[in-house]
């Protein structure tokens, strides 16, 4: 239950303090990642050559369905944290954490074994087996320590992730340069490049133990009874993630299955790049996730409104101009970027700037509805989406080659969440509305629940 001993309008205007430094250590981690891969991928495709690169990208793609699996966990985590205002930290909350940490280390274990024997059994061929290990081994450990990163943004400290991603690109640019010259492999740039992810997770891990001890508690704190509830909320979060990597990872796989692996250089550059070009609008819309919550707790339904606007404006603008960048410089800026090596068609480029709006606007509602409480409604959508997106991107890749990567979640997300995500976002702030009495739209001890 929030705490509404303080009175709301200081608990707004400290929210409000919280984003503002969630947005800054943000933007200078975000500064980072296009450093990255300004330099990186100019480096790999110089070191490994244009198929080399397309292998890079589809080895990575292997394994983004590790992503959901744990980002459900760490989600729930995140909105238990995110909805328990008492301190300390209540039994229940840290309940959740440690049974989401037991059951990430489980799900670890789990993979590691069953990835041992397929990668043993499996022929030598194509993608670089050396690449898909160490690809397999730093994933699972930096998704499966996603559950530390989680715990901080429950507790509106981002601020020390994002410090920790904007430390781990710097590592990433040293360790991909420092691997082009010693050992110019697809397996040593994929170390260098998920490296220092997992070696950020760690200290996320030690950074959470020292701001907030409460969390982590005994092996009797293990709600075991409570593992297929935290289970089946996590389920509803994975399925949101999992969402994301059948629109986009899944759909650049069923075009390399289809052209072969080193045929599809060009879409899988957008691919890579498409999550730092959205990383910009994560700035704004990430730390709003437990802010919502925590307006919701207070019933403060006018602050949701307000700030979930502002956002969207932010976003949209943001959005528009990225897009249009895109398709009028897009051509030249990849062919100076890696050197001619790789060249985009204006089909591909304009394709690059639908999705850009696309997802800008599906982010937007997505956290609107995290913070809402929809998450369950949101996941169904997106899903719904998703699997239209794999059949269009099946369908269209023998016909229009690997533009059907971009162009198949585009018209499926024209088709459904474009217009079903703002309806649920209506739908759930007049819900909350009417739960609150009173002219500013509060009820003393509001629960989304």
């Known amino acids: 239950m929030a705490d509404l001993s303080v009175e709301p309008d200081i608990r707004s205007r400290a929210r409000a303090r919280r984003l503002l430094a969630a947005v ?27 198929d080399g690169y397309s292998q890079f990208a589809v080895v990575l793609a292997a394994f983004g369905w590790l992503g959901p699996l744990f980002v ?13 205002s008492s301190r300390p930290i209540s039994d229940q909350t840290r309940g959740t954490f440690m049974t989401a940490l037991s059951v990430s280390g489980a799900l670890l274990g789990v993979f590691f074994l069953g990835g041992s024997l397929l990668f043993l059994s499996r022929p030598a061929g194509q993608p670089d087996q050396t690449a898909l290990l160490f690809a397999g081994l730093a994933t699972g450990l930096a998704v499966g320590g996603g559950v530390f990163d989680s715990g901080l943004l429950g507790l ?13 690109s710097l590592v990433a640019i040293g360790a991909t340069v420092a ?6 492999t697809v397996g040593a740039m994929v170390l260098a490049t998920l490296g220092p992810v997992v070696l950020g997770r760690a200290v996320s891990a030690f950074v959470l133990h020292r701001v907030e001890p409460g969390l982590w508690g005994r092996i009797r704190d293990i709600a075991w009874r409570a593992a297929p509830r935290i289970a089946g909320r996590g389920l509803v ?5 999992f969402a994301s990597f059948l629109s986009l990872d899944a759909g650049l796989l069923v075009v390399a299955a289809k052209l072969g692996t080193t045929q599809v250089p060009e879409a899988a550059l957008v691919l890579r790049v498409l999550p730092l070009v959205l990383s910009i609008v994560a700035i704004i819309m990430v730390p709003l996730w437990p802010a919502i ?4 707790k207070d019933g403060d339904v006018h602050w949701i409104a307000r700030a979930g606007g502002r956002g969207a404006a932010l976003v949209m603008a943001y959005a528009i101009v990225a897009a249009l960048v895109v398709v009028v410089g897009g051509e030249r800026f990849v062919e100076l970027w890696t050197g001619g090596r790789i060249s985009m068609s204006f089909d591909l480029l304009v394709a690059a700037g639908g999705l850009i709006i696309t997802f800008s606007f599906e982010n937007v ?26 059949i269009l991107v099946f369908l269209l890749a023998g016909v229009v080659g690997q533009e059907a990567a971009l162009v198949g979640p585009i018209i499926a997300a024209l088709l459904t969440s474009s217009w079903l995500l703002p309806l649920l976002v209506v739908h759930g702030i007049r819900a909350q509305a009417r739960l609150q009495p009173g002219p500013r739209g509060r009820r003393p001890g509001g629960n989304l629940s």
Do not use: H
């Not at 509106?156 to 781990?168: D, E, G, I, K, W």
């Not at 979060?237 to 993630?241: D, L, N, P, R, T």
């Not at 919550?293 to 919701?296: G, H, L, Q, V, Y």
């Open 179 to 184: 691997a082009a010259i010693i050992a110019p």
């Open 24 to 50: 800054a250590s943000s933007a200078l981690s975000k500064v980072s990642s296009v450093a990255y891969q300004i330099i990186a991928v100019p480096v790999i495709i110089a070191s490994v050559g244009s």
């Open 72 to 84: 459900g966990l760490g989600s729930a985590v995140t909105e238990r944290i995110a909805s328990d």
């Open 293 to 296: 919550a925590e307006a919701a």
């Open 237 to 241: 979060f994975a399925a949101i993630s």
């Open 156 to 168: 509106q400290r981002s601020y020390v992730t994002n410090l920790l991603s904007f430390a781990s």
């Open 365 to 390: 509602t997505q956290t609107l509805l995290f913070g809402l409480g929809r998450a369950g409604s949101l996941a169904a959508v997106l899903l719904l989406r998703s699997v239209l997106s794999l």
